[in-house]
């Protein structure tokens, strides 16, 4: 499983580092069409990261309760 965090991570990383050179090719850019790109490409520069912090977040919250089901943790009998 640690091998696959790692490659998603690294596609990730891979993926922000396009996103902000293309942000930054379409910023230099003086077409129409260059404008709308542009707001694309800082719109999902600023949605990948939060989407991956979600999916991160919910991977952890939902494997942390699949491995409390059956188990004997007092903590989790509580709340």
Do not use: C, Q
């Not at 230099?28 to 069409?33: E, M, T």
């Not at 404008?35 to 990948?48: H, P, Q, R, W």
């Not at 989407?51 to 709340?79: A, C, F, I, P």
Request: proline share 3%.
């Amino acid at each position: 499983m640690k091998k696959t965090k790692r490659i998603l991570a690294l596609t990730g990383v891979v993926l922000l580092v396009l996103l902000y050179v293309f942000t930054l090719i379409f910023a230099l850019i003086d077409s129409p069409w260059a404008y709308d790109m542009f707001k694309i490409s800082l719109g999902t520069t600023i949605i990948l990261p939060v989407l991956l912090y979600v999916y991160n977040l919910m991977y952890r919250l939902l494997k942390h309760d699949g491995e409390n089901e059956g188990g004997s943790d007092d903590k989790h009998r509580n709340l």
